[in-house]
């Protein structure tokens, strides 16, 4: 039986994107997952796809940028779902542009939803779990928690503080000796509907800066995450682990480089998306988006580097041998000669 079965997960920012991917595959480890999420159609499309695959859904509307939002439909979950065991942060907002082309209130917006949304999202869920001293909180993170790119200001800015936050948190749990954990997750640039509905000011289409990677490999590594979070955190996608090495080791050298290649990499030769951003408005009111954006020919299903870093230990095991397999054939082939 899957370690999530019949526990009862919530997922922000379930309507669409990773969290929608990974609203998915908790269905297929028959969980009892709880939706949150503005987006009325997004949400009911969602909680259909938990059905199909083999779990269960109810659905809880709210926005994650207002505390007694969140507050309320957690008490709901657990009201009508149970307590909650795992609490999965995806939900965010953006604005593609460079810095001096967003207002205040954009920018505000952006880091209520993307930032506190997180903070109220870990509030509650902790209110909520330290009574039972048990529980997950995973929070969904990305490469550029740690390395800031071009046009994405609002946003880098956001994941740097939940970064911190999360291990400021981390600390505090470690030093109460806690049973409950709290894990981050860092993902390379996937394919979502963001691109299509994220405010942009930029004259073409924005696009996930390639190797692209479909939002099933983020829900691989979310999922597994919250079934094992006594790592504090996991790294998905060889282009996370380039990104946040070479930051460590030559941070200058990496400025450098963005400057010439950040903005164009983030560029289609696409006219730029029209209708409603989801910044101050659900994107998904009315029409469902799915997981998956208008990259799929140039997406990755599979990511090889996050198989071998959830099987760290049999990698190593296996490497191990090999190089002790090859230094005796190496001691042979000596005495031979």
Sequence with gaps: MAPLHGRVVVVTGASGGVGRAVVRRLGQQ???????????????????????????AQVFEADMADYDQVRRAAERVEQEMGPISVWINTAFSSVFARFTDISPDEY???????????????????????????????QTGSALSQRGIPLQSAYCGAKHA????????????????????????????VN??????????????????????????????????????????????????????????????VDRYLARTGVKSQLTDEKPPTGVSNLWEPADEKEDHGAHGSFDRRAHA???????????????????????TAAALTALARRGG
Excluded: C, N
Aim: aromatic share 6%; proline share 7%; glycine share 10%.
């Design 30 to 56: 028959g969980a009892r997952v709880a939706l949150i999420a503005r987006g009325t159609a997004g949400l009911g499309a969602a909680a259909v796809d938990v059905g199909v695959e083999g779990g269960t």
């Design 108 to 138: 505000e917006r952006t880091t209520a939803v993307t930032y506190l949304g997180f903070v109220w999202g870990t509030r509650v869920a902790l209110d909520l779990m330290r009574p039972r001293g048990e529980g997950t909180i995973v």
């Design 162 to 189: 939940i970064k911190g936050f999360t291990e400021s948190v981390r600390t505090e749990l470690l030093a109460d000796r806690s049973g409950i954990h709290i894990t981050m997750v860092q993902l390379p640039a």
């Design 192 to 253: 979502t509907p963001q691109f299509d509905w994220v405010l942009s000011k930029l004259r073409r289409h924005p696009q996930p800066v390639p190797p692209i990677y479909q939002p099933e490999v983020a829900a691989r590594a979310i999922v597994h995450a919250a079934e094992h979070p006594e790592r504090k955190e996991y790294w998905a996608g060889t282009s996370t682990v380039a990104t946040l090495l070479a930051q460590r080791v030559a941070p200058a050298l």
């Design 302 to 324: 599979h990511s090889p580097q996050l198989w071998m870093s959830q099987h760290r230990r049999p990698v190593l095991i296996a490497l191990a041998g090999g190089a002790a």
